[in-house]
């Protein structure tokens, strides 16, 4: 049986899919639905169980799990958002939640995978490179950014870095990430901005050295992503990996596609960025890749272009929550 927290979510969803692509069905799903649109995740997946987040904790301390085996764990289920202030809530979510699935995994001797965050990499001083020698280093910008960095530092103090495989995504889109409200990607912003008022608004950059709209990012589609992260079901590899595209795009970029993609007229307008969020914009993101595909991770990827009019056309044209 293989379990996935987040099972729920956009990745999580995306990835349990892709199981049940392979003909794998003995899933066990950890998420919090809340009142929200979530669920709608679930519908065509096939699994043998789900449980709500936070009576998990008593699930596994009560022994009810003891009989099932997890051969792996997907521990993708956290709160994502980089403007999120509670802090106890991101260390007990983010933090406390992922030692006590990682102490589970390893002694009962499940494989761990779960999911760090390219945040880790705070404004890129250090540069974007997935080296588990280097991690101390890192100076992440946001609490969410170090909520994951601590469980990093935790696992490789513990020694146990080199038993698990910790993802670090960057910029994901793609369906299933309509629940997310204000986290979710700018692909499906614009799209809603440009059905409504046929423009879209960028923030201007307030650097010199890069234009408005030309702050870079790695966009990597969820069915990328996905596939990456399922290479490790396959592969003895072990440590952090980047899960990104090794190519820089921007905004501009992103945004032009989904005009395209919907074969409307380009019309971009900039806007401030809010003083909120300005000291910790990251102008830019790329990671290098070249760690996974030393592992054997040789897959063609979409170009943002592909990608982008994949995602229109085929889902947020037509509302079809399947992501494979």
């Known amino acids: 049986m293989i379990l996935v927290t987040g099972g729920a979510g956009f990745i999580g969803s995306a990835l349990v899919w892709a199981l049940n692509r392979r003909g794998i069905e003995d899933i066990f799903i950890v998420d919090n639905l809340g009142s929200g649109e979530k669920w709608k995740n679930l519908r065509g997946l096939k699994f043998v ?5 936070a009576d998990f904790p008593d699930c596994l301390a009560s022994g009810r799990l003891k009989k099932e085996k997890f051969s792996a764990i997907f521990h993708l289920g956290a709160c994502s958002s980089t403007t999120e202030t509670n802090c106890n809530y991101l260390i007990k979510n983010n933090f406390e939640f992922s030692k006590i699935l990682a102490e589970y995994a390893f002694e009962n001797g499940s494989r761990f995978i779960y999911a760090s965050s390219a945040a880790t990499y705070g ?9 588990d020698s280097q991690i101390e280093k890192l100076v992440p910008l946001n609490m969410y950014g170090y909520s994951k960095h601590l469980f990093d530092l935790w696992l490789k103090r513990k020694g146990l870095l080199n038993k698990a495989v910790g993802l670090k995504f960057f910029n994901v889109f793609g369906p299933n990430e309509y629940h997310k409200g204000s986290m979710r990607s700018f692909i499906l912003k614009s799209f809603e901005q440009i059905k409504k ?44 990996f980047n899960i990104a595209t090794a190519v ?9 596609a989904t005009f395209a993609a919907m074969n409307c007229p380009v019309n971009i307008s900039y806007i401030d960025m809010p003083d909120s969020i300005r000291n910790q914009y990251q102008y830019y993101t790329i990671g290098n890749i070249e760690k996974i595909k030393a592992t054997g991770y040789d897959r063609p990827m979409f170009s943002l272009e592909q990608a982008i009019e994949d995602y229109v056309k085929n889902y947020l044209e037509t509302g079809n929550y399947l992501v494979f």
Request: proline residues 1%; hydrophobic residues 35%; contains cysteine.
């Open 49 to 53: 169980d789900y449980c709500e987040k």
């Open 123 to 131: 404004e890129g001083e250090q540069g974007f490179l997935d080296d």
């Open 197 to 240: 008022t046929g423009k879209v608004q960028l923030f201007r950059s307030h650097r010199p050295d890069f234009k408005d709209g030309e702050q870079l990012r790695d966009f990597i589609y969820v069915k990328d992503a996905v596939n990456m992260a399922l290479h490790f079901l396959d592969r003895d590899a072990s440590g952090l």
């Open 248 to 256: 820089a795009r921007s905004w501009n970029d992103l945004v032009k």
